[in-house]
């Protein structure tokens, strides 16, 4: 396919750690501008990674012609703003989670990407990883069977509080939740289908504004009940996501957010299957399948309806 030019939304540590590296695995994609809060910081780290072009403002980016697609990394409260302005200006988008910070304007950027035929992706990263997608592919071919339940954990270790916008609820309304638990949501819906019904509880044991631990019961179309637990306070960065059918299991170990780790499969007979296969970073998969749907290829990927529908599961659990 050939090259699509793009732009970064945010210069934040997220942007340095995950999309550089992304940008740099990914030969269609290539990266041709940047858009910080200031124009110093955009000219600095514009100047530090070798990118040509530096922007404060993202309006700036809608009139490069050159340029088709969006990567907006910024901070929460801006994510609406940023790809309402880009949608506008006929660019596809990959707006990372949360999309918004409520369901409306979550859906509404769906429906405008729609009526402006352009494609929006949600930062969904582990719907790349392919273990994740060889689990898909043996629940939906019924070898686990009729699907009973569903177990996901994420934890990660935050030694401090967040970042002021993270921790306060006007600028990023959840915490956890939406940092670290939206994924997994998004990770069982792509496994096991719609979740019909959603509840939880949270807490804020460290005493700022936002959840530090949410713990979900999800209901699932099928008829399997899932649980989640994420929390910001584990003694060690980790996740599991299982699923357990009337003829095996099938678990995931580690492979968020970076897609590595393993997957197993565990038959009625116990026979073990090691499903984890390749492990590229998953947010360089990601943008390698999200610029090939840019540029016209019909593969799954995590659309802007996921991200909606996802904020919709978020506010069942913690309103």
Known sequence: MNTINWALVGTSGYAERECLPAFAGTPAAHLAAVVSSTSERAAQFAAAHGIERACSDIEAIGKADDIAAVWIASPSYLHYE??????????????????????????ELVELAEHAGVRLATGYQA????????????????????????????????PGPPRTWRGQRETARWG??????????????????????????????????????????????????????????????????????????????????????????????GEEVDLTGETPVSAQAQLATVTSVFGGSDVPYA?????????????????
């Open 82 to 107: 940023h790809a309402r302005a880009a949608i506008a200006a006929g660019k596809h988008v990959l707006l990372e989670k949360p999309i918004a910070l409520d369901v409306r304007q979550g859906w």
């Open 303 to 319: 659309t802007g309806a996921d991200g909606a529908r996802n904020l919709e599961i978020l506010e069942a659990i913690a309103p």
């Open 176 to 269: 956890v939740l939406a940092d670290i638990g939206t994924h997994h949501i998004d990770l069982m819906r792509m496994l096991a289908g719609e979740i019909a019904d959603a509840t939880g509880y949270t807490q804020h044991q460290r005493g700022f504004a936002t959840e530090d631990l949410a713990a979900a019961v999800l209901r699932f179309e099928c008829g399997a009940l899932g649980t989640m637990t994420v929390t910001a306070s584990y003694f060690r960065p980790a996740t599991v996501m299982e699923v357990v059918g009337t003829e095996g299991r099938v678990t995931a170990v580690n492979t968020s957010p970076d897609g590595q780790g393993t997957v197993t499969l565990v038959r009625a007979d």
């Open 127 to 158: 719907r790349y990883v392919p273990g994740h997608q060889r689990m898909r592919k043996l629940i939906a071919d019924g070898e686990l069977g009729s699907l009973v339940a569903l177990r996901s954990l994420y934890g990660m270790r935050r």
